[in-house]
């Protein structure tokens, strides 16, 4: 049961990784990808870590690559990307780097004699267990993160309202600029204002 | 699995085809209550009071035809009500509908559920969030742009209310100290978590109502506005799955909140299936006498019910249950 759930899973793998740098469309290859890493998340269940392969599907297929998706659907071409850009200097220098990642692991597997799975208790990758481990053994990494985390979601929304808008006074813009960019200045407001009222009364008639 | 694979094959397709029935028939007791609600009298000309209307509609939807807009990306087009469609079933096989039964007149003992794991909220969260793909892919595929529309409203409301969703019901996970489902309704036989997670509740089902899409929160197919959103290129069968995988995922956040609040299948007389069936029922009858009551929210009030107000809540109630656990 375990050897044929490893090889789908293998497969399938190996197959969506494949087709997300093979196909043309953007849409389709985030799609690829999802089916990457739902692949890897079963091969996580085969290895005891029950917690890790849900989180797997929850934070990367739930969130990331939903965001992905939102992207690409709103902004990413529509149909094929074309294939004029390719250099004949990137073909090689991508072929070098798989190369070499593939002797890496060549090594590393042949090197490292590995043998069987090694034996785990049905609790190791439990959440309980990997609970337990954060706030003890790895108490201060956890939080790192976790500081580290909550500044990027600060500094998202910092930079997502665009920031606070600069209000300067007129001597300040005419000692800045001059005379015309004050005039500039007024006329652009103006335009604002009459925009921000269109869409004001657009709203309340819709 | 706990009961070797042909049981269990056999309680799935037990489980899916009852599952099936109980949607269709809950169709009908939507529209029959919308009805009363609206002072008329509801479906009532197929069979006696309208009883075979769902059947009736299974058929009309089976007779048209399988268009596919010019346009759209085939491929996914057609995947896309199946995707929805398998995660609003999927999730199924993770919630209890009692302990163990023994069949009547054998001695055979079955589990009234198809799979218990140490992760099983987190798995029902997992393919709840897969679920999402269909609508997304759905609304993509088209090529239409009130599909598209609809597709990326709908990401943005699920995404949102999955934060405050999540937290909600991570008081009861701390409370029950356990991911698994038949732990958490096995922990409610003395008192239901709805009374000590109120607050977690409120949340839960504020967000459940946002999750399922439905009134007052079906901005996703606010037909005023992006027709019928990300299934408007869809028709005949493939419209109808994705009401269905819809309508099965209120019920399968209706069977959650059942689990988690209200006991699960645990009650006096009536045995555990029914219970779960009368608790699945009491909360789809409050999700359609709000359809029935309350407008529409607006795009911006969704969110801001969503973020400044129900995330502070439940993180809250998640502080306030933490400190209980730890100190009372």
């Known amino acids: ?206 | 699995m706990v009961d070797g694979v042909i049981i269990t094959v056999i309680k799935s397709l037990v489980l899916a085809s009852v599952l099936m029935g109980f949607f269709a028939y809950m169709t009908w007791v939507e529209r029959k209550l919308i009805g009363r609600f609206q002072a008329r009298y509801g479906p009532n000309r197929v069979g006696p009071y309208g009883l075979m209307q769902p059947i009736a509609d299974l058929g009309k939807m089976l007779q048209k035809e399988n268009m596919i807009p010019e346009m759209a990306h085939r491929k996914l087009y057609i995947a896309a009500p199946f995707i929805a469609m398998t995660c609003a079933i999927g999730a199924f096989g993770l919630l209890p509908f009692g302990n163990v039964a023994t069949i009547p007149g054998t001695d055979w003992t079955i589990h009234l559920y198809i799979a218990d794991t140490s992760v099983s909220l987190l798995v029902v969260a997992a393919i709840g969030s897969l679920g999402f793909y269909g609508l997304m892919i759905g609304g993509w595929a088209s090529s239409s742009k009130y599909a598209l529309l609809g597709g990326m409203r709908a990401i943005a409301q699920l995404v949102s209310y999955e934060v405050a969703f999540t937290l909600a019901v991570i008081g009861v996970i701390i409370q029950a100290s356990s991911l698994s489902f038949v732990t958490i309704a096995n922990a409610q036989e003395h008192l239901w978590y709805i009374i000590p997670q109120f607050l977690g509740f409120l949340v839960f089902f504020v967000a459940a109502v946002a999750e399922s899409n439905r009134p007052p929160f079906d901005l996703t197919e606010a037909d005023g506005e992006v027709v019928a959103g990300y299934h408007t290129e869809y028709g005949g069968m493939r419209y109808a799955m994705f009401a269905a995988a819809e309508f099965i995922n209120a019920i399968t956040l209706s069977a959650l909140g059942a689990v988690l609040f209200l006991g699960g299948p645990s009650g006096p007389f009536l045995p555990g299936p029914i219970w779960m069936m009368l608790k699945i029922g009491a909360f789809l009858f409050v999700l359609i006498w709000i359809r029935a009551t309350l407008p529409r929210v607006r795009f911006d009030q969704l969110m801001k019910i969503g973020w400044k107000v129900l995330l502070p809540v439940a993180t809250l109630n998640l502080l306030l249950t933490a400190v209980a656990v730890v100190y009372l």
């Open chain 1, 1 to 206: 049961m375990d050897i044929v759930v490893f090889f789908v899973a293998s497969g399938c793998a190996i197959a969506s990784a494949i087709a997300v740098v093979a196909q043309k469309n953007p849409f389709v290859s985030a799609l690829a990808l999802l089916a990457n890493l739902a692949s890897l998340a079963a091969l996580m269940l085969l290895l005891e870590a029950q917690f890790v392969a849900a989180a797997q599907i929850i934070v990367y297929a739930g969130a990331v690559m939903v965001m992905f998706l939102f992207v690409i659907a709103y902004v990413g071409p529509r149909g094929e990307i074309g294939g004029g850009v390719r250099k004949p200097w990137l073909v090689a220098l991508s072929v070098f780097a798989a190369l070499l990642i593939a002797v890496e692991v060549i090594v590393v597997v042949f090197g490292a004699s590995l043998g069987a799975v090694a034996s785990v208790d049905t609790d190791y990758g439990s959440p309980a267990a990997i609970g337990k481990a954060l706030v003890t053994d790895y108490l201060l990494a956890f939080e790192v993160v976790s500081v580290i985390l909550f500044m990027a979601a600060v500094a998202g929304v910092v930079f997502g309202t665009g920031g606070r808008p600069v209000r300067l006074s007129t001597e300040q813009v005419l000692a800045k600029e001059g005379e015309s960019a004050v005039a500039r200045r007024r006329e652009a407001s103006r335009a604002a204002l009459d925009a921000a009222r269109d869409s004001t009364t657009g709203e309340s008639a819709r």
